[in-house]
């Protein structure tokens, strides 16, 4: 039942309907749907074509949460079964009912941290694990036309493959939750936010944006994902653990200073970072491998010379949510440097285009920093068959990525979860990850990497802006430039004719609906 809550006392980050706007939502990312923009054409405002009126049965991905035509048996993006059982072998059964008794919630999760932790006592491990099944509270509860992405099947998905492979419970040691305080969030969010987003426990049902979901206990959830990750930042650094992995939600890094977005209520990567400076860590570096940008990180550290914010991500010139982290964005007030954007101008890079910008970007700068500490936002969106994501980056690859970043700040590594929505992906690529972190083989080092023209244009776009403040990538653009010169021009080249090709005259861009849809469809030739 939805609380009564007198309108005009809520903050104007939350409400309880709202009408979805028509840009950057997860809907759009899946739908995918273009309409005219009738404003401009009073004259045939009137005017459509005959159509038929036909229903379409559709089924959604149990594993990505994708719509696929009923005759269809396999999902057309990450080939799951329509029938698939994945989410019925679940790790954890669910607490997340309307009827939830969170005393009882609470209980058996201090019971099963109990267990947790006489196994991990018996292994002597030195890889934490930060899970707390409180967690899988945070839900969307208003029914809509398709199921939202950030699920608590994630976080299922992922515990059942680590007790799959025998690693946790096991052989990492359990950290337990503890709720953040408000004098930790107020170093990263304002208190404004803080109490916007403690509002909510008093809601069924309310959204920050229109894919930014809370219910009564998102709130909760919020604070005991923080509180693991700052927990965890401060048992690595103080020499308790080796690394470890926070298996969090909701996720964080698009939420800034004043904002919850983008699914993420508060930043756990930034609460870790300030934790880790609290138990004496000078300087912190994040990696955000995401495949969308970290665009709240990188206004809460943008004018902040001590941790250093290094973020791969799809972008598109912009056009790819949240339509931040350019290349060209450098951080500011003294601070410029210490904030690095490797921009992807399209969708499918893969293992490659990462392995070649972590050689030739990520390590050159992140060496010279010399980070006392390492955190990792690691979204798995970018991994082979995510919906959101379309990137093509395998568990090898991350951990590949995993083991370079291990041999930064004296091992001192914390990976966050942050998002990831194809159940098979996240799951092998975040236990391929806590494998490195176990110290398990992760394979050779490819010497040879080629990557792709489009992963090539930016590794060489973003080391001509950043060699202004890390000189030493001056002579890796220059071995660049003398090793891939041919093969970069050839994809310029490429690149200007397909534009020269699809670039439409003013009359197209001016015309109207009617003149646009005879000549699609054949019934209007021009000469």
């Not at 394979?443 to 950043?466: F, R």
């Not at 403040?469 to 002579?475: C, E, I, N, R």
Request: charged residues 20%; contains cysteine.
């Amino acid at each position: 039942m939805t609380a009564n809550i007198n309108e005009d006392t809520q903050p104007d980050g939350v409400s309880k309907k709202v009408r979805l706007p028509k840009e950057l939502t997860f809907q759009d990312m899946y739908n995918n749907q273009d309409a005219f923009d009738d404003d401009d054409d009073e004259d045939d405002s009137d005017w459509e074509p005959v159509q038929k009126h036909i229903e379409i049965l559709k089924w959604f991905c149990t594993n990505c949460t994708m719509v696929n035509l009923d005759d269809v048996v396999h999902c057309d993006i990450c080939g799951e079964h329509k029938e698939s059982g994945i989410v019925r072998h679940g790790f954890y059964a669910s607490p997340c009912s309307p009827e939830v008794d969170l005393i009882q919630v609470e209980s058996e999760a201090r019971g099963r941290e109990k267990d947790l932790h006489s196994e991990a006592s018996a292994s002597n491990c030195s890889t934490a694990v930060g899970f707390d099944e409180r967690m899988l509270l945070h839900s969307e509860v208003e029914m809509k036309s398709h199921p939202h992405p950030e699920r608590p099947d994630r976080l299922r998905a992922i515990a059942a493959s680590l007790a799959a492979a025998g690693i946790f419970p096991g052989k990492c040691c359990p950290i337990p939750a503890r709720e953040i305080t408000h004098e930790e969030l107020q170093m990263v969010h304002s208190l404004e936010h803080i109490e916007t987003v403690e509002l909510t426990s008093q809601i069924f049902s309310s959204y920050f944006t229109p894919d930014t979901y809370a219910n009564e206990h998102s709130a909760y959830a919020a604070r005991l994902a923080a509180g693991l990750c700052a927990d965890l930042a401060s048992a690595i650094f103080s020499g308790c653990m080796r690394n470890g992995f926070a298996l969090v939600r909701p996720p964080g890094h698009h939420a800034g200073v004043t904002q919850a977005m983008g699914f993420c209520l508060h930043n756990n990567a930034a609460v870790a970072a300030f934790a880790a400076q609290v138990a004496g860590a000078k300087k912190v570096l994040i990696v955000d491998w995401d495949v969308h940008h970290g665009n709240g990180t990188q206004e809460i550290f943008d004018q902040n010379k001590s941790v250093l914010y290094i973020s791969l991500h799809r972008h598109e010139g912009g056009k790819f949510y949240p339509g931040t982290g350019a290349a060209f964005e450098v951080g500011s007030k003294g601070a410029e440097g210490y904030c690095v954007n490797i921009p992807w101008s399209r969708g499918g890079v893969g293992d490659n285009d990462y392995i070649f910008a972590f050689q030739h970007v990520v390590l050159p700068i992140a060496s010279k920093f010399a980070p006392d500490f390492t955190i990792i936002s690691a979204g798995f969106d970018a991994a082979r068959g995510d919906p959101l994501g379309s990137c093509d980056v395998t568990p090898a690859g991350y951990a590949q990525m995993t083991h370079m970043l291990g041999t930064l700040s004296n091992g001192k590594l914390l990976v966050i979860l942050e998002g990831g929505y194809n159940l098979r992906s996240i799951s092998s690529s975040a236990t391929a990850v806590i494998k490195v972190l176990l110290g398990e083989s992760y394979g050779c080092e490819p010497e040879n990497i080629v990557p792709s023209k489009a992963g090539l244009h930016t590794v060489l776009e973003v080391l001509k802006i950043q060699m202004k403040y890390w000189p030493t990538l001056s002579s890796s653009l220059e071995k660049l430039q003398s090793q891939w010169g041919m093969y970069s021009m050839e994809n310029k080249k490429k690149q200007l004719k397909k534009r020269r090709l699809f670039e439409p005259p003013l009359w197209w861009r001016w015309g109207r609906k009617q003149l646009l849809y005879h000549i699609l469809t054949g019934h209007f030739h021009l000469k």
